[in-house]
């Protein structure tokens, strides 16, 4: 395939490679309120510089606003737009929470691109910093956060109310595997049209090189097994209690936490109206059951250590129902049990095996590891460097309730040593699925399997991105992990059903638009005086007086 590059005004010479559906994407994505869905490292963020660049192009006195939801992820975007975009560093802006005195750059009439976390802009709007009126693009990078009351919904309200001609460019890998989240995104967004692709597609094949995805399953050891057979023992106890009362009816439900977290609810309620005796007494054994149900899914997908270290987290804990069940005789046998289990969990031995194989045929590669928990990424690393793998921690700046915890600064630290090559492996927790510019990663292993389509996508578009990739899964049979990896699987296959349902309803969103539309080839007539890239704002007033009327149409800088 011949190589070829973008050719635009706004466009640095031989930056962005030309793939045509990032074209034909950003070309839609102009005419209206777009939601953007591909696969992890098929180019959103290349799209979205399209976009930005055609805009900042058609509009010179308007300005861009681009939001990515971690300090990281706005430092990546940054140091993109400066290698690809023709703006100088005083054009553009990169702002996070710890950034002083950021009223300077939303005033500075100088910066045309800003770049910021949410959070961030949302806060600067509520302090009347920010003149939406002024963007003529805003950008929103992993946007399935979308909900309710996440800051780009509020953002994004606002956005359409100020600004008399808004285009919002939402951007995802994983926009959710149920309709209703998605019909979600489109509302709060104000999504006029959804474009997507797949790996599938006759446009997107050539680009791909291809994901190899297989699965390891492993047995539970003797001693697991005994351990696990205590836990189904205590849960079967307590639900013949609860039986017993004749109060609550379980016939006919199957014994999950989903099930039995929906009739905790139901007598939540009844107690909310009064209701006390056998209700009250019912719902501490359903938090009984419910946390023997969390043991029961330590032991079966990790290490007996992180049962053990949960375990005295219930002992040691006030809840009530954490009280009545560590004192009970059988919880006392289950420590003694498990204090006595000396076994590995087999998936850490299959993981350092397939990891020394691995590194051993590819001795320059990177390996992401992915792992539910931060206490299990912990004991990971632990085993890796005891093997002489080079791994490092990756966590968030808020996970669990001890340990080590990684300010944004420090993740930023991290993932320029791994692409360095200071080590070889890095364990993360689900801090590394979204958007970071991991070093291309020969293989992914998935310690356990996800329930969560979002993140199945999420994780394994973390390789294969421009030379073929590997993503191993660890499944214990038998256990809660085969269900995950079955329901991650079918979830993540649902999404562009679910999309082409989304598209089908998207008539209902109505975008309020006022005025002309902007005219093209000019400043738009609300923003800066006559166009210039550092002239004085005008006020609101005066931007309203300089609506233009025009029939010259779109020009297409993509041909």
Known sequence: MEVQFIEHP?????????REYQVRIAEAALRGNTLVVLPTALGKTVIAELVVAEVLHRYPGCRALVMAPTKPLVLQHTSSVLAHLRLERREVAALTGDVPDRERYWLDPSVRLVLATPQTVWNDISRGLVNLEEFAVVVMDECHRSRERYAYTRIANEYVKACPWPLILALTASPGSDPERVK???RNLWIERIEWRT???????????????SWVTVSLPEQYERIRSKIKEMIESRLERLRSTGYVALEGIEFNRRSLLAVMERLKAELGSGARGLVAHSLVVLSEVLSLFYALELVESQHASLLLRYLDEVRRSRRRSHRVLSSSPDFRELVELVKGCEAEHPKVEVLLRVLSEHLSSNPGDRVLVFANLRSTAELLVERM???????HLFVGKAEGKSGPRMTQDEQVRILKEFRAGKFSVLVATSIGEEGLDVPECGLVVFYEPTVSGIRYIQRRGRTGRRLPGRVVILVTKGTIDEYY????YRRARRVE???KLASRDLPGVLVPRRGPEPVVGHPWPWTNVGGSRSGKAASIEERKLRFRTSTVGPTNYFP
Do not use: N
């Not at 706004?10 to 030309?18: A, K, P, S």
């Not at 460097?385 to 791994?391: K, T």
């Not at 990896?485 to 991650?488: D, I, L, N, S």
């Open 385 to 391: 460097s005891s093997r002489g793998i080079r791994a």
């Open 497 to 499: 059903r679910v999309l």
């Open 184 to 186: 979600e995104l489109v």
């Open 199 to 213: 790996e599938e597609d006759e446009d997107v094949k050539a680009y791909v090189p291809g994901t190899d995805v």
């Open 10 to 18: 706004m466009v640095r010479e031989r930056t962005l490679l030309r």
């Open 485 to 488: 990896f079955r329901e991650g």
